[in-house]
């Protein structure tokens, strides 16, 4: 509502003062104040804070009437009355010396500030005054309270008489009541025999008259506190009567809130007691209190002191209130507590050292509440201003806090707004975000959607949708909008402010005319014509519709109320606006979808059709009056009405369900009547509901009924026009802020699916629930309550010298106002379970299920319960939590939200929680059934601390055989040290993470994720890669050690066994991908077991199924014959399928790609786009079997249109597939790049292409290899060989198995795999035959070995150093081959010499990509 904004200010006084200021009081109109010191009165203009006049009593005349005490305006601001301590009455007027001006603006050469507007030296230039002392008037007695009353003036003095002195006539009009003969009585009907006999020595302390009850609020010196009432128009004793408030004994001050009819007594106890006085029988009735509570406040709660001064604001919303012991706090109008002083950065500095607080002698508010002027007792009673060094002003102790405020304060229609606009004196706060930001308002992401919004302009949605979440919650700054300073000098200050539903324009009124800001342009447009600016009055506020700007105003010039519209993209000029006269000065108004509803002086509510016309260059809007509501019988003073809008809210909503299109209609008018809510609906029972009249607009006419009063104590109204029907639960409802009683929602009720209404249920509910934050703005859909904060920031710290102590920096924080919001759902759901409405709870929460922080409303509302019912002291007869937890269940995030809630909350609560949501142990196999991993490894911290060991081992086992099913991998690291550490005994600290990165993960499969691999070009380093590599891959280091070093605790090996058993089925299943993951993530010694299984598990049982399932799990397609070599035997249908099968298959497995590859690897999109064209291609190999030219053109494509710059040849020069797949154009040895390529070899290199596997595949394949090769398991290494097509793999196999004693059974199993695989690639896969046939000689080699194999011997494990040597030929035979470029086997078994070319080809092809074929380092 009400917000502090920076540091306050200090006034500085230009004369030679020695006393110290007592007294501060603002005129009626708020444009000067009266400053009085003992002897001496000023007068101050209020903006500029400039000194006009000051009175300096003599003497002679100071001893007599003593020190100045009191002052009080006339209502007019001719007149100043002040009271002295010896009773006198001082009267001074003030005659303003005409056109004369203390202070003029000067502007630089060339300014466009003219002067020749009208009203401008009132306006920017402090009047000439003068003060004369007109009247003394001598009482008698000491001089308790001054009051100003209409025309007259109220005097209480210590004797126990009040005066009643006019204003004109001082001397005849003076009158004496004695107080011991008015009439008290605890109300009005009761009888009039209470009166203050027995108590001579009463007298009123403080008193204030209230215009809108027609009384004063008095406190006498006793404490006790009544209001005094005139009962007719004279004012004599005999017709004063006077009531009670018979709970406070202890009042200290009072303040009356004349648009709320609020009574505000200050008491001893540091509380603020606010009384209103009941309508029927005139007794004194408590509203509520405003206290500092214990849990905000525990160190000063109860040590503030009696209560001195409270200060209602201008526009009556908030309340300042000060105590003895001083401090500030800011309450609204029912208390909701705002800002207070005596806590946070305004009490303690920055080293935590307390601060005295600052103690106020007297406070007053300035112009629209933007400034509180405050006379700060404590700094000037030590210290009394004096000229320094340089004779220049002093600072003496007036401060000016100052203040932004919500535009509800002034402008109620913007309350079915869901923006937050706050406005200070020069500037307004939105928090619409910025343009960009707001381009997409239900979705920031979908910018390809909305592309379509952005050429109407940014923020249109091309409906009046609700912003989205991201601009209205996206960060806790605000958009400032700075006013523009032309308007702002001339009318300040700033009185109504509007924003659009859209949040793109709003537009500001001072004290003439108004102007409007654009937050797409960045501009502010104002009157081309200031006169007609100055003479146009806004009354009754504004409203935007649509483009245009709807406001009721004075016209000065014809003396004429108005109500007016302007179009926003047309000049600011009376010619484009539709003006139309209104009989009634307008007081408030509002815009509810096509309708305007003005609420005018003489208690009418006045509606009108608002229509848009395209006519001629500029649209234009015309009005026509659709009805008048007269609502003098029930308002008693036209100026008690808060707010009034339209809305579509009515009690039956069966007639919703019959006819939905109804539901935009104006149903009903809500009133607020000083706090009072009050709803008059649309009669529909009379006949003209079932009249089939002609005309449309007959059933806008329907009359109202009877008014209804809906809720009490209400500050705020929301309600919106849209229509939702997921969400017609909130949509549909009524939303109040209630002050310190926090919200309220009138809630419709449906019956479910369509059925009848029960008759005893009542169609709507009035739910009350509390938020922490002061709501400003209600997202109707998106169930949250936008508001604001204030927050502080101390800079102390900057200060530290001793002479910067009385710095208002060090004294004060510097205040900032955030943003904030807050979700209310879980409220409205536990209230409607508590009214045992369970089935409407359901309906709302459905409806709002795909909210984002939907699983923490529901967590909330268990939490609050749980909290709220576990820690209560006294026996709850019907539990809520059951409810909540049966309610929760009906939810797929159940499992969820009872295991968050539980570890939020603390381990003393766990037993009642789970004995109303079921056995931690049942919902953890639930979890388990559900494949909930994540939330299942959280109930078992819970059976950690609520079971025995054994059971959370038994449940945490099930759990890591699910995870380590589903490749859960950190989930499985987690459950290796949950494991370990209830095995040794540390079930209460679970053990760290180990910040040191595994060695082992970081090899192999670990990089497949997040790495790239680089290949070297030369093979010289090959033999120390190749060492690299396996050193790597041996765990090492202390997480390494884990597996050896705590193998004989029981708890390791039972870890082990699991991941062996794992690490089997996956070697069984042929699940080699998912092992080196396995090996590679958990740091597994996949090296060690294996030599273990080599016999056993490790052993290939059928190569071709291998074969099949590594093709498959490594996206690695089958190779294909080039159409020049197909003879005859290949021309049938049967081969041509077979390709066309396997292409599909390598598009199928595309979004496996997808869903596999890290976006680590970069390039792996291009290649599978890349497989996609060949696939694409498969049409053309079908109809073309034999004519080569068309398939080479089919593939070669993908190669020419890489890249523009690359020609044939340098397409050709790539060292491997996986290069090209990448898009990187290396260039190969010079040898190399120097060969010409022949058509077939062109041809048979675009088919190589095709043939290979993704680059990630490839170097996973190749590291299986060689972790395969180091573990002996030569069967593994030959399907990998085959897989990969590289006869150098199958050479060294073979060489191993010949140069050492090899287990016959392996040979034999080799042997009979090869076999398997030749008969197969004979029958299924022709592609495999080139390749074997290279292979040949060695086959007919491992059956000699195999023959002459008599007694097979037990095979010993590969020594490690052995391995080096092994590499060794390997590199040497690489790098001959590559230099000679022919490979010794090529000619072996091929006969044609299209085959030869062919071999050779591949030959080279394949030797230079084994230079860099066992590189698997991190680059």
Known sequence: ??????????????????????????????????????????????????????????????????????????????????????????????????????????????????????????????????????????????????????????????????????????????????????????????????????????????????????????????????????????????QLHGVWAQDVVDGTCVAVNNKYRLMAFGCANGSVQVYTIDTTTGAMQFSHKLELTPKQYPDIWNKTGPVKLIRWSPDSCVVMVTWECGGLSLWSVFGAQLICTLGGDFAYQSDGAKKDPLKICSMTWGSEGYHLWVIDGSSSSNMKPERNANNEAQQFGILQFQFIKSALTVNPCMSNQEQVLLQGEDRLYLNCGDAAQTQSPRNTLAHSEHNHTRERGPFSDGSLDSQGLSTLLGHRHWHVVQIHSTYLESNWPIRF????????????????????????????????????????????????????????????????????????????????????????????????????????????????????????????????????????RYIPHPFLVVSVTLTSVRTETGITLKMPQQACEAESIMLNLAGQLIMLQRDRSGPQIRDKDNNPNQRKHLPFCAPVVLAQSVENVWTTCRINKQKRHLLEALWLSCGGAGMKVWLPLFPRDHRKPHSFLSRRIMLPFHINIYPLAVLFEDALVLGAVNDTVLYDCLYTQTSAREHLEVLFPFSIVERTSQIYLHHILRQLLVRNLGEQALLLAHSCA??????????????????????????????????????????????????????????????????????????????????????????????????????????????????????????????????????????????????????????????????????????????SKFNLTKTLSMPS??????????????????????????????????????????????????????????????????????????????????????????????????????????????????????????????????????????????????????????????????????????????????????????????????????????????????????????HKSQVQLRYLLHIFMEAGCLDWCVVIGLILRESSVINQVFSIMQSSDIDGEICQNIKTGLDAVDKWASTDCPGYKPFLSIIKPQIQKLNEIVEEQVQPEAFQPVNPSKVPEQANPRAEESRTSSSHGTNPQSDAGSSSASRHEEDKAKTEDEDSFQEGSYDCVVS
Not at 70 to 93: K, Q
Not at 1041 to 1056: L, T, V
């Open 497 to 632: 402010s509007a924003i659009d539903k859209l949040g793109q324009n709003v537009a500001v009124v001072g004290k003439f005319g108004f102007a409007h800001y654009s937050l797409l342009t960045k501009k502010w447009k104002l009157f081309g014509n200031i006169t007609q600016e100055q003479t146009m009055m806004v009354t009754g506020g504004l409203a935007w519709w649509n483009d245009f700007i709807v406001l009721a105003c004075y016209n000065l010039n014809d003396h004429q109320e108005e109500l007016r519209i302007y179009l926003r993209t047309s000049n600011l000029d009376n010619a484009f606006a539709h003006i139309t006269k209104v009989q009634a000065n307008t007081l408030l108004l509002s815009v509810f979808r096509d309708i305007v509803i003005l609420f005018r002086a003489d208690c009418s509510i006045c509606l009108y059709s608002i229509e848009r016309r395209s006519e001629g260059l500029n649209p234009t809007a015309s009005i026509q009056i659709l009805q008048e509501v007269s609502m003098s």
């Open 1037 to 1254: 280091g202390p997480s390494g050690k884990r597996w050896s070093k705590d193998s004989d605790c029981a708890e390791n090996m039972y870890i082990d066994m699991m991941l062996w058993r794992h690490a089997r089925r996956l070697l069984e299943e042929i699940k080699l991908k998912d092992l080196g993951c396995f090996a590679a993530q958990l740091g597994f010694e996949l090296i060690g077991w294996l030599c273990k299984e080599r016999a056993r598990a490790a052993r290939v049982e059928d190569f071709v199924c291998a074969l099949k399932k590594l093709h498959k799990d490594f996206l690695w397609p089958f190779p294909v014959i080039p159409a020049s070599s197909i003879n005859s035997p290949f021309k049938n249908g049967k081969y041509k399928t077979a390709v066309g099968e396997q292409l599909l298959k390598s598009q199928s497995t595309d979004t496996f790609v997808n869903m596999e590859m890290d976006t680590g690897i970069s390039n792996t999109p291009r290649s599978r786009s890349w497989l996609g064209t060949i696939s694409s291609s498969q049409r053309e190999i079908d109809t073309v079997s034999s004519h080569g030219p068309h398939m080479q053109d089919a593939f070669l494509s993908p190669l020419l249109s890489k890249g523009d710059e690359c020609s044939i040849g340098s397409a050709t020069d790539l060292t491997e597939t996986s290069s090209m797949v990448d898009g990187d154009w290396t260039m190969m040895d010079e040898n190399f790049s120097s060969l010409s390529l022949t058509q077939s070899e062109l041809e048979q290199l675009s088919l190589e292409l095709a043939s290979k596997g993704p």
């Open 850 to 1023: 795909t909210l984002p922080y939907f699983p923490h409303v529901l967590e909330l509302m268990l939490h609050e319960v749980l909290e709220e019912e576990a820690t209560s002291r006294e026996p709850i007869p019907d539990p809520l939590l059951p409810t909540v937890a049966k309610f929760i269940t009906e939810f797929p995030l159940f499992l969820q939200t009872v295991v968050h809630c539980a570890r939020k909350t603390e381990y003393a609560l766990w037993n009642y929680l789970f004995a109303a949501v079921g056995n931690p142990k049942d919902l953890f196999e639930e979890c388990l059934m559900a494949q909930d991993l994540d939330t299942a490894a959280s109930y078992l911290i819970i059976l950690q601390n609520m079971e025995v060991p054994a059971v959370s081992r038994q449940h945490a086992t099930l759990l890591f055989n699910t995870a380590l099913e589903q490749g859960k991998w950190d989930l499985c690291r987690h459950m290796i040290r949950f494991l370990k550490a209830i095995g040794s005994g540390e079930t209460e600290t679970p053990p760290a993470t180990p910040t040191t990165q595994e060695p082992s993960s970081s090899s192999g499969f670990e990089f497949f994720r997040h790495r790239s691999i680089s290949l070297s070009q030369s093979a010289e380093n090959l033999h």
């Open 1 to 238: 509502m009400y917000f502090l904004s920076g540091w306050p200010k200090r006034l500085l006084c230009p004369l030679e003062s020695l006393e110290r200021p007592l007294h501060i009081q603002t005129d009626p109109q708020r444009a000067f104040f009266a400053v009085l010191f003992p002897s001496q009165l000023s007068i101050w203009y209020c903006r500029p804070s400039v000194l006009i006049v000051s009175y300096k009593e003599l003497s002679k005349a100071a001893s007599q009437f003593g020190p100045y005490k009191r002052a009080e305006w006339r209502p007019d601001s001719t007149m100043i009355a002040v009271s002295t301590a010896n009773g006198y009455i001082l009267f001074f007027e003030i005659p303003s010396a005409r056109d004369k001006y203390l202070y003029e603006p000067i502007y630089p050469k060339g300014s466009p500030h003219l002067k020749g507007t009208p009203h401008y030296k009132e306006e920017q230039c402090a009047p000439s005054l003068n003060l004369e002392m007109k009247k003394v008037l001598d009482l008698q007695a000491s001089i308790t309270s001054l009051q100003s009353m209409l025309e007259d003036l109220l005097v209480a003095t210590a004797d126990g008489f009040l005066h009643l002195i006019h204003w004109d006539g001082m001397t005849n009009g003076r009158k004496a009541i004695n107080l011991c003969t008015v009439p008290f009585s605890v109300d009005l009907q009761s009888s009039r025999a209470g009166s203050l006999t027995g108590f001579e020595d009463v007298y009123i302390r403080d008193m204030e008259y209230c215009a809108t009850l027609d009384g004063f609020a008095v406190v006498f010196n006793d404490g006790r506190v009544g209001f005094i009432t005139p009962m007719s128009s004279r004012f004599t004793a005999e």
